[in-house]
């Protein structure tokens, strides 16, 4: 593929994904509509309001005050108070409302990006730091939904209005003024326009920034026990220091950057118009050319405009600068999922029968190099197949391959006479229960851990399960029994602790005519291996069963044993016969002292 070629591509990916992620936020917008109408009404109402007040101030120097009439003195300075308490209250639900678009705006870009990461295939996600994950998700999705679309956009509408009314009433009381009072609304945006390209340059710096800072946290944060270990308290905090010194200082010219950009036109040129306003209307009176009470009106409406106008300029300020999250939220959105999820063929009949596995010609390779070449094997249905090998030959990725977390280059791999490729990935991975090296432990009960990712189960079963892998008495004696909560990660169980969950939870899935074990009982103890020995014996009734294993004691009264070694099925045959031919299985079962007897 040529360069110009992979560039098209990216920027089709990039277009689809905008589109995508333009398309959530006016969904929900559109979901939202009749609160959105109920916000503009408000903020009709309230523009109104706030452009009626300097009316009163015309009425009380031109007509009141003059004219002696101390009864409509009276109305007027009730008006003054009434209006702005009125404005207060209008705005006080319009933000309400608006709050609560912004935050389903938010949950909807969440929400779609969870689902999407759900299914996108692990090879990709591998190369995004977690934090830097977390981060996109809740950060930047809060900053599209909660701080742009609820504190930005919505209310440049009620700005437009108070902008525009207030120019109109400017004109209508006395259009020289209110025309000087224009000529410095384009060089105020102007000058915010190339203010606005440095610091968004700077906000996409430290926008980086913080995610990698946060990813480095993370890090620090799961890796307590070793740093401890290893005394590198010292490495975290010269690595902290350093992440979050180069953020704070991206931060600081950025942030000092947008505040002038605020206070630009907000101080200095409304200082300048105000000042130049109130010079020209003075002789403008002098000469009888306007009112008193007209001068302090238009003096009134001249900061409700340029508030406005510091309103508008803040939400293109913010336009340009959610570009960052918009696209932080699109390289999310484009990473690659796993094929055949939830479309393809019809989900498959799951036999009741154990079914057999093949392999054909199967190659693989990561980016560091082959993992498996020229693959070819078969499991018959039923049969306990213990696979062993030197450490890097393709004993896991056989399994990954299997379960489709990895896709093959080339190659065929078939459950029960069917091509996986052929089968949706809900049909297929419901066939397996794996119990993986790295077992995951929700911050759940340990009920909820076992039965995982079923809600609706009888403690019964999961108490005869837990039986089964040897895990009944130790839940018994915690707090809590069953009820007890595992901590996150299960920080504070032992690694057999957690294989033994793990075991449980593959025993949990009865209807899964495959049970594939990976290291399962590397962390176990003698006594507990014999007992999850025995369980997987029990289990494998009705099943294949795939056992990786270093430990050959695990796998000894295997119906047959596959050595592995550089991606290829280089020995094949029972246990004895495995000793007697006097390969790398032979060399394995020397070192480790074993008797197959």
Same mark, same amino acid.
């Given at each position: 593929?040529?360069?110009?070629? %992979?560039?098209?591509?990216?920027?089709?990916?990039?277009?689809?994904?905008?589109?995508?992620?333009?398309?959530?936020?006016?969904?929900?917008?559109?979901?939202?509509?009749?609160?959105?109408?109920?916000?503009?009404?408000?903020?009709?109402?309230?523009?109104?309001?706030?452009?009626?007040?300097?009316?009163?101030?015309?009425?009380?120097?031109?007509?009141?005050?003059?004219?002696?009439?101390?009864?409509?003195?009276?109305?007027?300075?009730?008006?003054?108070?009434?209006?702005?308490?009125?404005?207060? %209250?209008?705005?006080?639900?319009?933000?309400?409302?608006?709050?609560?678009?912004?935050?389903?705006?938010?949950?909807?870009?969440?929400?779609?990006?969870?689902?999407?990461?759900?299914?996108?295939?692990?090879?990709?996600?591998?190369?995004?730091?977690?934090?830097?994950?977390?981060?996109?998700?809740?950060?930047?999705?809060?900053?599209?939904?909660?701080?742009?679309?609820?504190?930005?956009?919505?209310?440049?509408?009620?700005?437009?209005?108070?902008?525009? @009314?207030?120019?109109?009433?400017?004109?209508?009381?006395?259009?020289?003024?209110?025309?000087? *009072?224009?000529?410095?609304?384009?060089?105020?945006?102007?000058?915010?326009?190339?203010?606005?390209?440095?610091?968004?340059?700077?906000?996409?710096?430290?926008?980086?920034?913080?995610?990698?800072?946060?990813?480095?946290?993370?890090?620090?944060?799961?890796?307590?026990?070793?740093?401890?270990?290893?005394?590198?308290?010292?490495?975290?905090?010269?690595?902290?220091?350093?992440?979050?010194?180069?953020?704070?200082?991206?931060?600081?010219? @950025?942030?000092?950057?947008?505040?002038?950009?605020?206070?630009?036109?907000?101080?200095?040129?409304?200082?300048?118009?105000?000042?130049?306003?109130?010079?020209?209307?003075?002789?403008?009176?002098?000469?009888?050319?306007?009112?008193?009470?007209?001068?302090?009106?238009?003096? =009134?409406?001249?900061?409700?405009?340029?508030?406005?106008?510091?309103?508008?300029?803040?939400?293109?300020?913010?336009?340009?600068?959610?570009?960052?999250?918009?696209?932080?939220?699109?390289?999310?959105?484009?990473?690659?999922?796993?094929?055949?999820? @939830?479309?393809?063929?019809?989900?498959?009949?799951?036999?009741?029968?154990?079914?057999?596995?093949?392999?054909?010609?199967?190659?693989?390779?990561?980016?560091?190099?082959?993992?498996?070449?020229?693959?070819?094997?078969?499991?018959?249905?039923?049969?306990?197949?213990?696979?062993?090998?030197?450490?890097?030959?393709?004993?896991?990725?056989?399994?990954?391959?299997?379960?489709?977390?990895?896709?093959?280059?080339?190659?065929?791999?078939?459950?029960?006479?069917?091509?996986?490729?052929?089968?949706?990935?809900?049909?297929?991975?419901?066939?397996?229960?794996?119990?993986?090296?790295?077992?995951?432990?929700?911050?759940?009960? *340990?009920?909820?851990?076992?039965?995982?990712?079923?809600?609706?189960?009888?403690?019964?079963?999961?108490?005869?399960? =837990?039986?089964?892998?040897?895990?009944?008495?130790?839940?018994?004696?915690?707090?809590?029994?069953?009820?007890?909560?595992?901590?996150?990660?299960?920080?504070?169980?032992? @690694?057999?602790?957690?294989?033994?969950?793990?075991?449980?939870?593959?025993?949990?899935?009865?209807?899964?005519?495959?049970?594939?074990?990976?290291?399962?009982?590397?962390?176990?103890?003698?006594?507990?291996?014999?007992?999850?020995?025995?369980?997987?014996?029990?289990?494998?009734?009705?099943?294949?069963?795939?056992?990786?294993?270093?430990?050959?004691?695990?796998?000894?009264?295997?119906?047959?044993?596959?050595?592995?070694?550089?991606?290829?099925?280089?020995?094949?045959?029972?246990?004895?016969?495995?000793?007697?031919?006097?390969?790398?299985?032979?060399?394995?079962?020397?070192?480790?002292?074993?008797?197959?007897?």
């Amino acid at each position: 593929m040529t360069s110009d070629e %992979g560039k098209t591509r990216r920027v089709h990916r990039n277009s689809e994904s905008v589109t995508r992620t333009a398309e959530i936020v006016r969904q929900t917008l559109y979901q939202n509509k009749y609160t959105i109408v109920a916000v503009v009404i408000m903020m009709l109402t309230g523009s109104g309001v706030m452009l009626v007040q300097p009316l009163f101030f015309k009425m009380l120097f031109d007509t009141a005050i003059p004219e002696q009439d101390t009864g409509l003195l009276w109305w007027l300075l009730a008006g003054m108070v009434v209006t702005p308490l009125a404005a207060i %209250g209008i705005s006080y639900f319009q933000g309400h409302l608006r709050v609560r678009i912004g935050a389903s705006v938010a949950l909807a870009l969440r929400k779609a990006v969870v689902n999407h990461l759900l299914h996108v295939r692990l090879d990709a996600l591998d190369k995004i730091p977690k934090g830097d994950i977390v981060y996109r998700i809740t950060r930047d999705g809060g900053k599209i939904g909660e701080m742009y679309i609820a504190q930005e956009l919505l209310p440049v509408f009620s700005s437009s209005i108070v902008l525009a @009314g207030a120019l109109v009433m400017m004109f209508l009381l006395n259009v020289e003024l209110a025309a000087l *009072f224009c000529v410095a609304l384009p060089a105020t945006y102007l000058i915010t326009r190339y203010l606005t390209r440095y610091s968004k340059e700077l906000d996409r710096r430290s926008h980086e920034q913080i995610k990698i800072a946060e990813s480095f946290l993370y890090e620090v944060v799961s890796a307590f026990r070793t740093i401890r270990l290893f005394t590198g308290e010292e490495h975290a905090k010269m690595g902290w220091a350093r992440q979050t010194g180069r953020y704070t200082r991206l931060k600081i010219r @950025g942030a000092a950057l947008h505040d002038i950009m605020l206070t630009f036109p907000n101080e200095v040129i409304n200082g300048l118009v105000l000042g130049v306003l109130l010079g020209f209307g003075a002789f403008q009176a002098m000469d009888n050319e306007i009112t008193i009470g007209g001068l302090v009106a238009i003096m =009134a409406y001249a900061p409700r405009a340029y508030a406005a106008l510091r309103s508008i300029l803040t939400t293109y300020t913010g336009t340009r600068l959610i570009d960052v999250s918009v696209q932080s939220l699109n390289d999310l959105f484009d990473l690659p999922v796993e094929g055949g999820f @939830g479309r393809g063929l019809a989900p498959q009949r799951v036999s009741v029968e154990p079914p057999d596995i093949e392999f054909s010609g199967v190659h693989f390779k990561y980016d560091r190099g082959y993992e498996v070449k020229d693959l070819s094997l078969k499991i018959n249905g039923g049969e306990f197949v213990g696979i062993v090998g030197p450490s890097g030959g393709g004993k896991t990725t056989i399994i990954d391959l299997l379960t489709r977390l990895q896709e093959p280059e080339s190659g065929r791999i078939s459950i029960g006479g069917t091509d996986i490729l052929q089968m949706q990935l809900e049909s297929l991975r419901s066939r397996v229960a794996v119990v993986p090296q790295d077992v995951f432990i929700w911050n759940a009960s *340990f009920a909820d851990n076992i039965a995982y990712p079923e809600t609706d189960y009888e403690m019964e079963e999961v108490e005869r399960i =837990a039986r089964l892998s040897a895990l009944h008495e130790f839940i018994q004696k915690q707090p809590e029994g069953y009820d007890t909560v595992a901590g996150e990660d299960g920080t504070a169980l032992s @690694g057999g602790e957690k294989q033994r969950i793990a075991l449980a939870r593959a025993f949990m899935r009865d209807r899964s005519r495959i049970l594939i074990l990976d290291e399962a009982t590397s962390a176990l103890d003698a006594l507990a291996e014999e007992k999850i020995r025995t369980a997987v014996e029990e289990a494998r009734t009705g099943r294949t069963t795939i056992v990786i294993a270093h430990r050959l004691s695990t796998i000894r009264h295997a119906d047959r044993i596959l050595v592995v070694e550089g991606g290829k099925l280089v020995e094949s045959g029972t246990p004895r016969e495995l000793v007697k031919r006097g390969g790398i299985f032979a060399s394995m079962y020397e070192a480790q002292s074993l008797d197959f007897e």
